[in-house]
């Protein structure tokens, strides 16, 4: 170590000193991940822009824009692109559909849903991008977590784990490719790995750690309470119905062919204004249920889902209703009503006034079905209440008519988790379609970052998301800490810091031999990795990595095995790779966290490794 001190430039030192002072304001919680990889960046500018050589020439300031490097990589684009289409699956329902799977095999047992979690993930990631398959699982993984109250930090760290675990048995995980690709040009030149050269050690690796997870991650992983933003404050629409009592004073009125309401709009019909009785919706033969609009005509056979007291909605037979208690398990929402809570903002001009003297259902087209007011909730007559701070007003409506009322400062929408909501087959389709298309297109050979960008674009030109839904699914932090830390890689890249590093550590290992080196290939690999990303360590350590083996004599197709795989190997930080970036904010990890449950995984990788290299490389 002394030597390497020796070795060093200046500029080696300042990187160091950029680099660590930040990180280590990270580890102990006192600087946001994303704030230190952008400081770190700018920290660098400003070095470049002074002279100093950390992200081109020397005493060349143009190198300065090598800080926007980052922002124009191709992994940030894929990166929003998922973020996106993950959204347009969690939408659509897909994303609630896997986990009712899920949850039918692991029931409520944390071991069981982390060991199925992280083989989900390691599953996908044999096919696809480990960050899609990430992206993939990541809202699944909160889906089951609100289901079974099991906080997502006991879940979403399994989900990463397991895409690296998975990646590291395919030839489609970038760095593999790097690696393979390296092989060629090498000197002499060798041949390069074949598809499944990967598959004997790195399944080993994926089995065996995936088994240490169900076993062990429960005590291992943190248990964070979950931001308010994620969800878990906000009722499903079901409970939202029961905190209202609504299925007390819910009933089907079927409108016989002879009624009079036959061919009215529910506004002509005034069913609310003469009974004070709420439609909450519609159904009507070989149709999707109807969210009760003014506008709407009645038809014969049509089913009105009526609120209100049983004296009030027995008076309608008169008007040729056929009145029955409401079917099933009086929960509308998993029928398809879409409901919203409402509250009144502070100093609201609302307060004191009715909904029918503010026309609530013609301005915003949502029709109350419930009041809730001082652990009482009216369901009869809603209209003619006069509104009070503090009270809680149960909608039905359209989630762009929610949006809408957003807008006004007299009310505050929260809206519910959809999760109870029923899966659409045509909506479930064209998600599938879109996203797995993507994907096809990515192995096909298109660019992964058009493919899921063009996939992105296509979601919102159909409509199925909104530029403002759209917006809101990017996880900023993600972003921002990614562009960040690719300026760092760069930089030691640049500044031969990696190389110094990585010619060291290979010093020390060659004399053990063929494993030896397989061993240092991967710790260098790995060790790097943590803070340079696996695609950039896999160029800086490959090269030397195989030019030792050819050296040695030992199997280079080996070696370059080892040396991918090592880019794998990033359980320590949540810096080493994307994916654990991805799980930052919604686990709500700290920085520790990875490396209290990544440590013991790492070790037990490094000894399949081996292992495997003895079995299936017999070196």
Same mark, same amino acid.
């Given at each position: $170590?002394?030597? %390497?001190?020796?070795?060093?430039?200046?500029?080696?030192?300042?990187?160091?000193?950029?680099?660590?002072?930040?990180?280590?304001?990270?580890?102990? !919680?006192?600087?946001? $991940?994303?704030?230190?990889? *952008?400081?770190?960046?700018?920290?660098?500018?400003?070095?470049?822009?002074?002279?100093?050589?950390?992200?081109?020439?020397?005493?060349?300031?143009?190198?300065?824009?090598?800080?926007?490097?980052?922002?124009?990589?191709?992994?940030?684009?894929?990166?929003?692109?998922?973020?996106?289409?993950?959204?347009?699956?969690?939408? @659509?329902?897909? +994303?609630? #559909?896997?986990?009712?799977?899920?949850?039918?095999?692991?029931?409520?047992?944390?071991?069981?849903?982390?060991?199925?979690?992280?083989?989900? &993930?390691?599953?996908?990631?044999?096919? $696809?991008?480990?960050?899609?398959?990430?992206?993939?699982?990541?809202?699944?993984?909160?889906?089951?977590?609100?289901?079974?109250?099991?906080?997502?930090?006991?879940?979403?760290?399994?989900?990463?784990?397991?895409?690296?675990?998975?990646?590291?048995?395919?030839?489609?995980?970038?760095?593999?490719?790097?690696? @393979?690709?390296?092989?060629?040009?090498?000197?002499?030149?060798?041949?390069?790995?074949?598809?499944?050269?990967?598959?004997? +050690?790195?399944?080993?690796?994926?089995?065996?750690?995936?088994?240490?997870?169900?076993?062990?991650?429960?005590?291992?992983?943190?248990?964070?309470?979950?931001?308010?933003?994620?969800?878990?404050?906000?009722?499903?629409?079901?409970?939202?119905?029961?905190?209202?009592?609504?299925?007390?004073?819910?009933?089907?009125?079927?409108?016989?062919?002879?009624?009079?309401?036959?061919?009215?709009?529910?506004?002509?019909?005034?069913? =609310?204004?003469?009974?004070?009785?709420?439609?909450?919706?519609?159904?009507?033969?070989?149709?999707?249920?109807?969210?009760?609009?003014?506008?709407?005509?009645?038809?014969?056979?049509? %089913?009105?889902?009526?609120?209100?007291?049983?004296?009030?909605?027995?008076?309608?037979?008169?008007?040729?209703? /056929?009145?029955?208690?409401?079917?099933?398990?009086?929960?509308?929402?998993?029928?398809?009503? +879409?409901?919203?809570?409402?509250?009144?903002?502070?100093?609201?001009?609302?307060?004191?006034?009715?909904?029918?003297?503010?026309?609530?259902?013609?301005?915003?087209?949502?029709?109350?079905?419930?009041?809730?007011?001082?652990?009482?909730?009216?369901?009869?007559?809603? =209209? /003619?209440?006069?509104?009070?701070?503090?009270?809680?007003?149960?909608?039905?409506?359209?989630?762009?008519? $929610?949006?809408?009322?957003? !807008?006004?400062?007299?009310? %505050?929408?929260?809206?519910?988790? #959809?999760?109870?909501?029923?899966?659409?087959?045509?909506?479930?389709?064209?998600?599938?379609?879109?996203?797995?298309?993507?994907?096809?297109?990515?192995?096909?050979?298109?660019?992964?970052?058009?493919?899921?960008?063009?996939?992105?674009?296509?979601?919102?030109?159909?409509?199925?998301?909104?530029?403002?839904? &759209?917006?809101?699914?990017?996880? #900023?932090?993600?972003?921002?800490?990614?562009?960040?830390?690719?300026?760092?890689? /760069?930089?030691?890249?640049?500044?031969?810091?990696?190389?110094? *590093?990585?010619?060291?550590?290979?010093?020390?290992?060659?004399?053990?031999?063929?494993?030896?080196?397989?061993?240092?290939?991967? %710790?260098? +690999?790995?060790?790097?990795?943590?803070?340079?990303?696996?695609?950039?360590?896999?160029?800086?350590?490959?090269?030397?990595?195989?030019?030792?083996?050819?050296?040695?004599?030992?199997?280079?197709?080996?070696?370059?095995?080892?040396?991918?795989?090592?880019?794998?190997?990033?359980?320590?930080?949540?810096?080493?790779?994307?994916?654990?970036?991805?799980?930052?904010?919604?686990?709500?990890?700290?920085?520790?966290?990875?490396?209290?449950?990544?440590?013991?995984?790492?070790?037990?990788?490094?000894?399949?490794?081996?292992?495997?290299?003895?079995?299936? #490389?017999?070196?």
């Amino acid at each position: $170590m002394e030597k %390497i001190g020796k070795q060093m430039t200046a500029t080696q030192w300042a990187l160091i000193a950029v680099v660590s002072i930040p990180l280590a304001l990270v580890v102990t !919680n006192r600087l946001r $991940m994303d704030l230190a990889a *952008l400081f770190m960046a700018a920290v660098l500018g400003i070095m470049q822009f002074l002279g100093l050589g950390v992200l081109g020439p020397a005493d060349t300031p143009g190198a300065v824009s090598n800080i926007l490097t980052g922002f124009s990589q191709p992994i940030i684009l894929i990166l929003i692109s998922l973020f996106i289409l993950t959204r347009l699956l969690e939408k @659509s329902g897909v +994303t609630r #559909w896997i986990a009712w799977q899920l949850l039918k095999f692991g029931g409520a047992s944390p071991g069981r849903l982390i060991g199925l979690f992280a083989a989900t &993930a390691a599953f996908l990631a044999l096919f $696809m991008n480990n960050l899609a398959a990430g992206a993939l699982v990541l809202p699944i993984a909160m889906e089951v977590s609100r289901r079974t109250r099991i906080r997502p930090s006991k879940l979403l760290i399994p989900v990463a784990y397991g895409t690296l675990l998975g990646g590291s048995a395919t030839y489609l995980t970038t760095a593999n490719i790097i690696v @393979s690709t390296l092989l060629p040009n090498a000197n002499p030149p060798q041949p390069p790995l074949d598809f499944l050269d990967f598959t004997p +050690t790195g399944g080993l690796i994926a089995i065996v750690g995936i088994i240490f997870l169900a076993l062990f991650g429960n005590r291992l992983l943190p248990d964070r309470q979950p931001t308010e933003e994620q969800g878990f404050a906000r009722l499903t629409g079901g409970e939202l119905e029961e905190f209202f009592s609504l299925s007390e004073r819910l009933w089907e009125a079927r409108v016989l062919p002879s009624a009079v309401l036959v061919g009215k709009t529910l506004a002509q019909s005034e069913i =609310g204004h003469q009974w004070g009785v709420t439609v909450a919706a519609i159904y009507r033969a070989r149709e999707d249920i109807l969210l009760p609009q003014p506008q709407q005509v009645i038809r014969g056979n049509d %089913i009105l889902v009526l609120v209100g007291r049983e004296d009030k909605v027995s008076k309608l037979k008169e008007w040729g209703l /056929d009145v029955r208690s409401e079917e099933g398990d009086g929960h509308l929402s998993a029928r398809g009503v +879409t409901f919203a809570e409402v509250v009144l903002a502070p100093h609201s001009k609302a307060i004191g006034q009715t909904l029918k003297e503010l026309d609530f259902r013609r301005r915003y087209g949502l029709s109350v079905v419930a009041l809730h007011r001082l652990q009482r909730s009216y369901r009869t007559d809603v =209209g /003619d209440l006069p509104l009070d701070l503090g009270d809680a007003l149960l909608v039905v409506g359209t989630p762009a008519q $929610m949006r809408r009322l957003r !807008n006004n400062s007299d009310f %505050i929408v929260i809206e519910p988790n #959809w999760s109870d909501q029923p899966l659409s087959k045509k909506e479930v389709a064209l998600a599938l379609a879109l996203v797995f298309g993507g994907i096809a297109a990515a192995i096909a050979g298109v660019p992964i970052y058009l493919a899921m960008l063009f996939a992105a674009v296509l979601a919102l030109l159909l409509g199925k998301l909104s530029m403002e839904e &759209a917006y809101r699914s990017v996880e #900023w932090q993600a972003v921002f800490l990614i562009a960040g830390m690719y300026v760092v890689s /760069d930089a030691m890249v640049v500044t031969h810091l990696a190389d110094l *590093l990585g010619n060291f550590i290979l010093v020390v290992v060659r004399p053990l031999g063929g494993l030896g080196l397989a061993a240092g290939a991967y %710790i260098l +690999t790995a060790l790097l990795t943590q803070f340079m990303g696996g695609q950039v360590t896999a160029l800086v350590t490959g090269p030397i990595t195989i030019s030792a083996a050819i050296q040695m004599g030992v199997n280079p197709q080996a070696i370059a095995v080892a040396t991918a795989i090592g880019c794998s190997a990033t359980f320590f930080t949540p810096l080493a790779h994307p994916v654990n970036i991805l799980m930052i904010a919604p686990g709500n990890y700290t920085f520790g966290d990875f490396f209290r449950s990544g440590w013991l995984l790492t070790i037990i990788c490094f000894v399949m490794l081996l292992i495997g290299m003895a079995l299936f #490389w017999k070196i």
